[in-house]
């Protein structure tokens, strides 16, 4: 159990740095114990994001996907940002039709995570999709996502695969495995 603590308060927060993306702000602020520090962090919004894993026969789908951080391609799971007005589910299962090519029947949260928090308010929920059908919705990928479909019963194999090493997809494998597990269907 947690102790509760007062959160500092702020005195001051200024934009310091913008891009067609993000507003860096720095925010200075004041300890409980008297100490003062100037922190940086993206701008926070409300929006939120959806990862998906989708599980067809026996099988997660993952998709490769460029990512110009790393300048390489990465094995993971489909997502995207909740657009204006839509569910997690809606946008789990739009996202899905366009990354992956399927929608899903059925859809179930298996948690929210954060990333960075100290400098990011972003939060992405992670959704299981099952009784998948064909669909495919165009996106705003700009080339095909190749797919991979890994079996259920070696889930932790995926530890192993190089290209997939984010840790919101490592966090959505162990999520997914642990309700797989409660479920019955496969073991640890």
């Known amino acids: 159990m947690t102790r509760q603590l007062q959160k500092p308060k702020i005195l001051n927060v200024e934009a310091v740095a913008r891009s067609r993306l993000f507003t860096v702000e720095a925010v200075d602020l004041a300890f409980s114990n008297g100490a003062r520090r100037v922190y ?15 599980i067809i026969d026996d099988h997660i789908i993952l998709i490769q996907e460029y990512a110009v951080g790393l300048e ?30 399927f929608g899903a029947e059925t859809l179930e949260t298996l948690g929210k995570l954060t990333l960075a928090p100290s400098y990011f308010s972003s939060k992405m929920n992670i959704v299981v999709a099952e009784k998948l059908y064909e669909e495919k919705l165009e996106g705003d990928e700009p080339e095909p996502l190749p797919q991979l479909r890994w079996p259920l019963d070696n889930l932790l194999g995926l530890l192993q695969e190089p290209d997939f090493c984010e840790a919101r997809n490592v966090s959505a494998l162990f999520l997914v495995r642990e309700w797989l597990v409660k479920q019955g269907r496969i073991r640890y």
């Open 40 to 54: 940086e962090r993206m701008k926070p919004t409300d929006r939120e994001a959806v990862m998906i894993v989708p």
């Open 72 to 101: 390489c391609y990465e094995l993971g799971f489909p997502k995207g940002l909740i657009d204006p007005g839509e569910t997690p589910f809606e946008a789990a299962n739009r996202e899905l039709k366009e990354e992956a090519g």
